[in-house]
């Protein structure tokens, strides 16, 4: 690896404890010794790209899904185990070649053949979605040990960690006159939008759920933002449904994000997989592919922290601009003079580009 202090190429002997035998400086991550194969300088990469270099703040969560999102697409299903039983079944081939030894050959063959077992395996999608460092490790093995030797997160790295109020939500200033609420149970994201100025740009509420909806005085539209999975789903619906007259948009994420897995790269967790309940209540909607139900009902899920920043809060902008333009009576009447489409005035919205 290459030291992220001076620049030199260490081999494995030459960076003990994690520290440089050259500069003797001490650095937070080893390739080698991190399940995601992470190095201090690709997570600063990734970090540049994921915050458009410093214009916005991410989340630890987006982070986390950024540097996994290769292993996610690949898969960690028995990783080199094709390899080792090809290589191993065709020496032993060779072996028995010279010995004419028939248990030798069988040997071989066996090998072989679980060698295109796993081949099999790995193309038809086994282990495929399943992070080998989850949320909660990323923090522990990544963030942990970088606040240790760097003083704290990435440049941009927010931290998320503090827990939002149960009921009243996060409100928003109280210059702004909140028309809206954004329910989002991701605390994390909410965490995302406020550090970068949504709520107090559009007098938007915050919301974890439906009793924190129900809890605040603001009877304007409410705009549920959630993953793409079975929950997902259900949630808007729900939310429609006990809130009778009131408007409520579904801002997504669509199931179709599932759709394209090269595109999308979703995941799944064993521990998340809906129950037999949700399933049910999805069949029962009609709304959907037997495919769909198929993959909804093995946990698969694309969330909100896997959708760059950037065209994550550019289309939550768009969503709060249509909204409140038409909720609040002095956005209305700008909008009917052409203010808010004035030549170049999207240039100047620096949010909305991100």
């Not at 003990?16 to 399940?35: E, I, M, Q, W």
């Not at 790209?49 to 950024?66: H, M, S």
């Not at 999102?69 to 065709?90: E, Q, T, V, W, Y």
Request: net charge positive; proline share 8%; hydrophobic share 40%.
């Amino acid at each position: 690896m290459i030291c992220p202090h001076c620049e030199k190429n260490l081999l494995r002997k030459e960076r003990p404890d994690n520290t440089c035998s050259h500069c003797r400086r001490t650095y937070a991550l080893d390739p080698k010794t991190n399940s995601l194969g992470l190095s201090d300088l690709r997570v600063r990469r990734i970090v540049a790209k994921v915050t458009e270099e410093g214009r916005i703040a991410v989340v630890p969560d987006q982070l986390w899904y950024a540097l996994s999102r290769r292993r996610l697409k690949d898969g960690n299903f028995a990783p080199g185990c094709a390899g080792a039983s090809l290589f191993a079944g065709l020496v032993v081939g060779v072996f028995g070649l010279f010995t004419e030894i028939v248990y030798v050959f069988l040997a071989s063959g066996a090998l072989l053949l679980v060698s295109a077992g796993f081949a099999l395996a790995r193309a038809a999608g086994a282990g495929r979605g399943y992070p080998v460092m989850s949320r909660a490790a990323f923090r522990s093995e990544v963030l942990v040990p970088w606040r240790s030797v760097y003083g704290g997160l990435p440049p941009g790295v927010i931290d998320a960690a503090p827990p939002v109020p149960s009921q009243a939500g996060i409100r928003a200033p109280s210059r702004a006159r909140p028309g809206a609420v954004l329910l989002c149970p991701d605390r994390s994201i909410r965490a995302f939008l406020i550090a970068d100025g949504l709520p107090a740009r559009y007098g938007i509420t915050l919301a974890k759920d439906l009793d924190a909806v129900r809890a605040l005085p603001t009877r304007g539209p409410v705009i549920v933002l959630h993953d793409a999975d079975a929950h997902g789903e259900l949630l808007a619906r729900h939310v429609r449904a006990s809130l009778g007259q009131r408007t409520v948009i579904d801002a997504g994420l669509p199931l179709r994000t599932l759709r394209r897995p090269a595109q999308a790269v979703p995941y799944r967790d064993k521990q998340e997989k809906p129950d037999q309940e949700t399933m049910a209540r999805l069949t029962a909607l009609g709304e959907f592919t037997e495919e769909e139900l198929k993959r909804l009902g093995k946990g698969w899920c694309f969330p909100l922290v896997g959708v760059p920043p950037a065209r994550l809060l550019a289309a939550v902008t768009r969503v709060a601009e249509q909204v409140m333009g038409s909720v609040d009576p002095e956005r209305r009447r700008a909008a009917s003079v052409g203010f808010m489409t004035w030549p170049g005035s999207a240039a100047q919205d620096h949010a909305g580009e991100r």
